[in-house]
């Protein structure tokens, strides 16, 4: 029998996930829950599965989130681990299970009180996922489209950050794993600093005073008060933090950073959180499509970034378009062999 839940109940006892996160016949490690008629209604109980027929109608009736409980949230991220590991499933759940994992622990990094152990814990799953990233997700254009399936929440501009500095940095540099998991840890912690700005600054950036913007411009530097508390993170990410907001010109803040006075690692962040911010902005007024994002930053303001930095930056983003071409292709082959029987 359905299990109903007023959607009130979803405040501190259910967390969303992206429908795109599952993929078929694999058994489930927790109750999975979806909104009908504004109340929270059982799906699947733990070890059911979903099949790949109830995924797409799903999909057919846009659902883009479901709901678990928060008590299972631990079960659900070794859930997301072996699907990111195993080779048996798909590459679109494995890169699915990797951008879903990364959310849940910038959340944890980010709402946590207790702030050193969460950091642990994340330099542990980034010495990791480094790794794994780099050998999973071949370019950031293969990231957006589940990111795009999992809608918006306060915590993935640090997610989508951390996992498009990755890939950036694998492209720089190939060789060099601790540069790959310095970028991710880069770019989940690259706005720490907003935990010192008011709530209603972060609330609603647009309507921000100059009083407040000059505030606003100053936690790249509140970034690094947190330094002693964590020990852990090495000198180069905090570096690179707090130049997060500088320009490749000189016309950045807060130092007026430029060239080579900003940080290899710095430069990686810039590209990364400026890009994201194009196309996540938390009005939903300005957000741009991927590709056109891109092109305003090569052609509108090109100086503001290093060309070796945001050349291949580009190139990953625009594999989009070959992403796309190949899923449409795949779903239509798939539709014609369904037709001919």
């Given at each position: 029998?359905?299990?109903?839940?007023?959607?009130?109940?979803?405040?501190?006892?259910?967390?969303?996930?992206?429908?795109?996160?599952?993929?078929?016949?694999?058994?489930?490690?927790?109750?999975?829950?979806?909104?009908?008629?504004?109340?929270?209604?059982?799906?699947?109980?733990?070890?059911?599965?979903?099949?790949?027929?109830?995924?797409?109608?799903?999909?057919?009736?846009?659902?883009?989130?479901?709901?678990?409980?928060?008590?299972?949230?631990?079960?659900?991220?070794?859930?997301?681990?072996?699907?990111?590991?195993?080779?048996?499933?798909?590459?679109?759940?494995?890169?699915?299970?990797?951008?879903?994992?990364?959310?849940?622990?910038?959340?944890?990094?980010h709402s946590s009180r207790e702030l050193r152990p969460a950091v642990e814990q994340t330099i542990k799953m980034?010495?990791?996922?480094?790794?794994?990233?780099?050998s999973q997700v071949e370019s950031i254009g293969e990231l957006l489209a589940p990111i795009a399936q999992g809608?918006?929440?306060?915590?993935?501009?640090?997610?989508?950050?951390?996992?498009?500095?990755?890939?950036?940095?694998?492209?720089?540099?190939?060789?060099?794993?601790?540069?790959?998991w310095q970028a991710g840890m880069a770019g989940l912690l690259h706005d720490l600093g907003e935990r010192k700005?008011?709530?209603?600054?972060?609330?609603?950036?647009?309507?921000?005073?100059?009083?407040?913007?000059?505030?606003?411009?100053?936690?790249?530097?509140?970034?690094?008060?947190?330094?002693?508390?964590?020990?852990?993170?090495?000198?180069?990410?905090?570096?690179?933090?707090?130049?997060?907001?500088?320009?490749?010109?000189?016309?950045?803040?807060?130092?007026?950073?430029?060239?080579?006075?900003?940080?290899?690692?710095?430069?990686?962040?810039?590209?990364?959180?400026?890009?994201?911010?194009?196309?996540?902005?938390?009005?939903?007024?300005?957000?741009?499509?991927?590709?056109?994002?891109?092109?305003?930053?090569?052609?509108?303001?090109?100086?503001?970034?290093?060309?070796?930095?945001?050349?291949?930056?580009?190139?990953?983003?625009?594999?989009?378009?070959?992403?796309?071409?190949?899923?449409?292709?795949?779903?239509?082959?798939?539709?014609?062999?369904?037709?001919?029987?």
């Amino acid at each position: 029998m359905a299990k109903h839940v007023g959607s009130e109940g979803l405040d501190g006892r259910f967390f969303e996930v992206s429908l795109h996160t599952f993929a078929p016949n694999r058994p489930l490690p927790c109750d999975v829950y979806i909104i009908v008629a504004e109340k929270l209604t059982r799906l699947r109980v733990a070890g059911d599965t979903f099949s790949s027929e109830r995924l797409k109608s799903l999909h057919r009736h846009e659902v883009r989130q479901l709901y678990l409980p928060v008590e299972q949230k631990q079960a659900f991220k070794e859930f997301l681990w072996d699907l990111a590991t195993n080779v048996t499933v798909d590459r679109g759940h494995r890169v699915a299970a990797v951008t879903e994992a990364t959310l849940l622990q910038t959340e944890e990094l980010h709402s946590s009180r207790e702030l050193r152990p969460a950091v642990e814990q994340t330099i542990k799953m980034l010495e990791k996922f480094g790794p794994l990233c780099a050998s999973q997700v071949e370019s950031i254009g293969e990231l957006l489209a589940p990111i795009a399936q999992g809608g918006a929440t306060q915590y993935r501009h640090a997610a989508n950050t951390a996992l498009f500095a990755m890939i950036l940095a694998k492209k720089l540099y190939p060789d060099d794993s601790a540069k790959i998991w310095q970028a991710g840890m880069a770019g989940l912690l690259h706005d720490l600093g907003e935990r010192k700005l008011p709530e209603a600054m972060k609330r609603e950036p647009q309507n921000m005073t100059r009083e407040e913007w000059e505030n606003f411009k100053r936690h790249p530097q509140y970034s690094l008060e947190y330094r002693n508390e964590l020990p852990e993170v090495p000198a180069d990410v905090w570096k690179a933090i707090s130049e997060h907001h500088e320009f490749h010109d000189g016309s950045g803040f807060p130092r007026g950073l430029g060239g080579d006075e900003i940080s290899p690692l710095g430069r990686i962040l810039i590209v990364c959180d400026h890009f994201d911010t194009l196309t996540r902005d938390p009005s939903g007024k300005a957000a741009l499509p991927p590709l056109e994002a891109i092109m305003m930053m090569e052609t509108v303001h090109p100086d503001r970034f290093d060309p070796k930095v945001l050349g291949p930056f580009s190139a990953s983003v625009c594999c989009l378009r070959r992403h796309l071409a190949a899923s449409h292709e795949s779903q239509s082959k798939a539709e014609l062999e369904k037709a001919v029987g």
